[in-house]
């Protein structure tokens, strides 16, 4: 298995706080991503990262920003956290945009 | 964008066979993955196809044609361990990968 961690599992918050989700990976892939999982909705892609300090936007990424400092960590932040951002977050990582492999997720509950 | 659509469950018998379709409309098309995910679990690879034809990979198969946007994952000798939702995703040419929403394989004894 790909040595890929997320931080925390699991997290409770309420709307309008500050989140942010932790991706670290031991690889040295040079791609890292950040999907959420809803249900009818399948992954959809938040953010991703071709590089250190290197990121573009995916198809849901209003209300996030991400930051990758380190090859081996990328960060994903809700600013002001909203009851529609409650989701299963997945991080994946590749090392030439073929196959992705997932952290195993965060579940973010925000009330 | 993309448009991809697969059924959203489908049940079959411990050791028979069974196909799940997968049609995608895509404004840029660079290759069709297929990924595994069971309940509470992370999504894990099984298949990759880029160009027209069939992969073989053990059990699992994966078909694709370009020209129909069209692709199926093949699942044969079903095990009890099958049961999961499989995921299709296709990836554009800015190498972001697009999923559909995912098919849960019940499989019964």
């Known amino acids: 298995d790909a040595g890929i961690t997320q931080s925390p599992r699991h997290k409770v918050t309420e709307t309008g706080t500050p989140v942010t989700l932790r991706c670290h990976q031991t690889?040295?892939?040079?791609?890292m991503y950040w999907y959420r999982q809803d249900p009818g909705h399948g992954l959809r892609l938040i953010h991703y990262?071709?590089?250190?300090?290197?990121?573009d936007k995916g198809e849901v990424s209003d209300g996030y920003s991400v930051s990758r400092s380190k090859t081996e960590d990328f960060l994903l932040t809700l600013e002001s956290a909203t009851s529609s951002q409650t989701s299963v977050y997945f991080c994946?990582?590749?090392?030439?945009?073929?196959?992705?492999?997932f952290g195993p997720g965060t579940r973010l509950t925000v009330l | 964008g993309q448009n991809i659509d697969q059924p959203t469950e489908m049940t079959a018998t411990e050791g028979a066979i069974v196909q799940i379709n997968c049609t995608y409309q895509?404004?840029?098309?660079?290759?069709l993955f297929w990924y595994q995910q069971h309940a509470g679990e992370a999504p894990t690879f099984l298949s990759y196809?880029?160009?027209?034809g069939l992969e073989e990979k053990g059990r699992f198969s994966s078909f694709l044609s370009r020209s129909k946007g069209y692709s199926y994952l093949l699942l044969k000798e079903l095990q009890m361990k099958d049961s999961a939702s499989y995921l299709c995703?296709?990836?554009?040419?800015?190498?972001?990968?697009?999923f559909g929403a995912g098919t849960t394989v019940t499989v019964r004894a």
């Open positions: 994946a990582i590749s090392p030439d945009s073929n196959e992705q492999f």
């Open positions: 690889e040295n892939h040079r791609y």
């Open positions: 990262s071709y590089g250190v300090k290197d990121t």
């Open positions: 895509t404004s840029g098309f660079n290759g």
């Open positions: 196809n880029v160009l027209d």
């Open positions: 995703a296709v990836r554009s040419h800015d190498y972001k990968l697009s």
